[in-house]
């Protein structure tokens, strides 16, 4: 399974961004898909997650109430919708398959990743 993730760029501080994740392969529809970044730094970290179904959704707490996560099964895509970024939000946002069909945080819980799209926030 290959993952494309897209939508990255470089936007002001209070704007927004939807990031993109497709799936090469209708399996995707099947697993949980979680949403990690990684700036410079520091480690990478779990920003959102959502079961296959699209019914679960869990999101770090340095984004919630900002950023949404969402998925199409019938397109293979998973979304992120961010809104009201900040600075502190700049980082290469990676999505994930997981191996099951539930959410997990942790980055073990993963077996396919994309390959990252780059965020920058100015302020």
């Known amino acids: 399974v290959q993952l494309q993730a897209s939508g990255g760029g470089l936007v002001q501080a209070g704007g927004s961004l939807r990031l993109s994740c497709t799936a090469s392969?209708?399996?995707?529809?099947?697993?949980?898909v979680g949403w990690f970044r990684r700036s410079p730094g520091r480690e990478r970290e779990f920003v959102a997650g959502?079961?296959?179904?699209?019914?679960?959704?869990y999101y770090a707490d340095s984004v919630k109430g900002r950023f949404t996560i969402s998925r199409d099964n019938a397109k293979n895509t998973v979304y992120l919708e961010m809104n009201s970024l900040q600075p502190e939000d700049t980082a290469v946002y990676y999505c994930?398959?997981?191996?099951?069909?539930?959410?997990?945080?942790?980055?073990?819980?993963?077996?396919?990743w994309g390959q990252g799209t780059l965020v920058t926030v100015s302020s």
């Open positions: 994930a398959s997981a191996y099951s069909s539930a959410t997990a945080k942790s980055p073990d819980a993963y077996r396919y």
């Open positions: 392969r209708r399996t995707f529809s099947n697993n949980a």
């Open positions: 959502i079961n296959w179904r699209g019914g679960d959704a």
